[in-house]
T-cell receptor, first 115, second 118 residues
Framework: AQSVTQPDIHITVSEGASLELRCNYS??????LFWYVQSPGQGLQLLLK??????LVQGIKGFEAEFKRSQSSFNLRKPSVHWSDAAEYFC?????????????FGTGTRLLVSP | EAGVTQFPSHSVIEKGQTVTLRCDPI?????LYWYRRVMGKEIKFLLH????????ESGMPNNRFLAERTGGTYSTLKVQPAELEDSGVYFC????????????????FGEGSWLTVV
């Protein structure tokens, strides 16, 4: 069965510093990978997705993620964090055994941004 | 164009009561999904509708949960009777057309319905 691990429950980053959120997945073939963000009081917003092709994926709000098959990872990065980036971030994999009709999520990483 | 809308946004009910959550998907989206996140855990799939038909309800936790999508438009998720462990955020999502995620479809999520059972 597919699974996603986000090893960091909380991360605190200073405003303007770089950010990397970790995501590891377990899946037997090339996965479909996603990063979602949930800001306080908001729904889940898609930041970026990887289906195939270039392993470095650009998303919205200045985020990018890199698919590394050898490490089963899909880490999210941002070169300079803004206070408005404080939110909870979820990595997810598309479950192939359902025809990619559902997502399996990690437990999320809460990002705190300090002044 | 309106996004996925959910109602109510917050609900506090007593154990044993009934709650009905509603989801209006993006207009024209045939696929509708329910997910939920209980406190501190991951977001988990509950079920998937294609139009009015249940395509996959493997994530429904037990028979206290009933989902419907009459007419293939909006959907309701009823919890009856509610238990303390049902507290969490219930997300609805939708995608257009055929093929699911493998066809490049993006899943659009609503803002969630926060349910607290006391």
């Amino acid at each position: 069965a597919q699974s996603v691990t986000q090893p960091d429950i909380h991360i605190t980053v200073s405003e303007g510093a770089s950010l990397e959120l970790r995501c590891n997945y377990s899946y037997g073939a090339t996965p479909y990978l996603f990063w979602y963000v949930q800001s306080p009081g908001q729904g889940l917003q898609l930041l970026l997705k990887y289906f195939s092709g270039d392993t470095l994926v650009q998303g919205i709000k200045g985020f990018e993620a890199e698919f590394k098959r050898s490490q089963s990872s899909f880490n999210l990065r941002k070169p300079s964090v803004h206070w408005s980036d404080a939110a909870e971030y979820f990595c997810a994999v598309g479950a192939r055994n359902t025809g990619f009709q559902k997502l399996v999520f990690g437990t999320g990483t809460r990002l705190l941004v300090s002044p | 164009e309106a996004g996925v809308t959910q109602f109510p946004s917050h609900s506090v009910i007593e154990k044993g009561q009934t709650v009905t959550l509603r989801c209006d998907p993006i207009s024209g989206h045939d696929n509708l999904y329910w997910y939920r996140r209980v406190m501190g855990k991951e977001i988990k799939f509950l079920l998937h509708f294609v139009k009015e038909s249940k395509q996959d309800e493997s994530g429904m936790p037990n028979n206290r949960f009933l989902a419907e999508r009459t007419g293939g438009t909006y959907s309701t998720l009823k919890v009856q009777p509610a238990e303390l462990e049902d507290s969490g955020v219930y997300f609805c999502a939708s995608t257009p057309g055929q093929g699911g995620l493998g066809s490049g479809n993006t899943i659009y999520f609503g803002e969630g319905s926060w349910l607290t059972v006391v």
